[in-house]
């Protein structure tokens, strides 16, 4: 039996790459995404994105700690209900309006000034997700959830904290086992605000989960040490939201019972 846990952490990621922004509650739309979450990402280099017809592309083609571990070193705040973003690093601040070119292409020029010139492999471009789209890893199931417990064996291998940001997760949980999480693919979280969630699939870590999101430097080997622990890189689940609900900090939820199979669907 997989007991009853709580939210301990919920995280949007208004830019990919950037910033992540606490947040106390997620109002969640019945097979929607998280609230504020990849509303943008910048452009690495052409990519083939077409606004007009927005399809999932791979996190390798936009700015990312995997690919750009001195992204870390720059502050970033979103202030969603006039679209600006605020970037800071070394002393220097720009405040962008994310509604006009002018404005993505102010903070596009801040990032190319500061970040290293190897990690980037053409003009920056701030795109925005057209309506219905969001810049997510996932293709399906674009709610992603940390264990706690998962990320405290995690510094048990490695012999020294880690960061649960370096996850990048919007849901940060506590109460099941470590790892017992990568199980429930297929069952549903009922909260207990009604929303409810269903496990598509576990999250693969990539490289980008190596790097510190307060120093920028890459000083862990967390995919790495999955593997060699668990024979695969796997650390979280993503879930699709079932049922409509506000989720809130310190809320508690519980996995739905297995569905039994129907005896009369079973060969004979």
Same mark, same amino acid.
């Given at each position: 039996m997989v007991p009853t846990c709580r939210v301990a952490a919920m995280y949007r990621y208004p830019v990919k790459g950037l910033s992540p922004q606490a947040t106390r509650h997620a109002d969640l739309a019945s097979g929607g995404f998280f609230p504020g979450d990849r509303l943008y990402a910048v452009e690495?280099?052409?990519?083939?994105?077409?606004?007009?017809?927005?399809?999932?592309?791979?996190?390798?083609q936009f700015l990312s700690l995997m690919q750009c571990p001195a992204l870390a070193l720059i502050a970033s705040r979103y202030n969603e209900p006039d679209r600006t973003l605020t970037l800071r690093r070394n002393g220097e601040a720009v405040h962008g309006d994310l509604a006009t070119p002018a404005g993505r292409e102010l903070i596009a @020029?801040?990032?190319?000034?500061?970040l290293p010139a190897g990690d980037l492999r053409g003009p920056l471009r701030l795109l925005a997700a057209p309506d219905g789209f969001r810049f997510t890893d996932s293709r399906r199931g674009f709610v992603s959830v940390v264990n706690l417990a998962s990320v405290a064996a995690l510094e048990d291998w490695v012999s020294g904290p880690v960061d649960p940001l370096r996850l990048r997760a919007n849901l940060y949980v506590e109460g099941w086992p470590a790892f017992a999480e990568l199980d429930l693919v297929g069952r549903t979280l009922a909260f207990a605000s009604g929303a409810r969630l269903k496990v598509i699939k576990r999250i693969q870590r990539c490289t980008g989960a190596d790097v510190d999101p307060r120093t920028g430097r890459r000083d862990l080997h967390i995919p790495r040490t999955l593997m060699v622990q668990l024979?695969?890189? @796997?650390?979280?689940?993503?879930?699709?939201?079932?049922?409509?609900?506000?989720?809130?900090e310190g809320e508690r939820f519980m996995v739905e019972p297995a569905e039994s199979p129907d005896p009369a669907a079973e060969p004979r």
């Amino acid at each position: 039996m997989v007991p009853t846990c709580r939210v301990a952490a919920m995280y949007r990621y208004p830019v990919k790459g950037l910033s992540p922004q606490a947040t106390r509650h997620a109002d969640l739309a019945s097979g929607g995404f998280f609230p504020g979450d990849r509303l943008y990402a910048v452009e690495n280099g052409s990519s083939g994105f077409d606004e007009a017809a927005p399809a999932h592309l791979p996190k390798a083609q936009f700015l990312s700690l995997m690919q750009c571990p001195a992204l870390a070193l720059i502050a970033s705040r979103y202030n969603e209900p006039d679209r600006t973003l605020t970037l800071r690093r070394n002393g220097e601040a720009v405040h962008g309006d994310l509604a006009t070119p002018a404005g993505r292409e102010l903070i596009a @020029d801040f990032l190319a000034r500061h970040l290293p010139a190897g990690d980037l492999r053409g003009p920056l471009r701030l795109l925005a997700a057209p309506d219905g789209f969001r810049f997510t890893d996932s293709r399906r199931g674009f709610v992603s959830v940390v264990n706690l417990a998962s990320v405290a064996a995690l510094e048990d291998w490695v012999s020294g904290p880690v960061d649960p940001l370096r996850l990048r997760a919007n849901l940060y949980v506590e109460g099941w086992p470590a790892f017992a999480e990568l199980d429930l693919v297929g069952r549903t979280l009922a909260f207990a605000s009604g929303a409810r969630l269903k496990v598509i699939k576990r999250i693969q870590r990539c490289t980008g989960a190596d790097v510190d999101p307060r120093t920028g430097r890459r000083d862990l080997h967390i995919p790495r040490t999955l593997m060699v622990q668990l024979d695969h890189a @796997d650390c979280g689940i993503y879930c699709e939201v079932l049922t409509s609900g506000r989720i809130d900090e310190g809320e508690r939820f519980m996995v739905e019972p297995a569905e039994s199979p129907d005896p009369a669907a079973e060969p004979r």
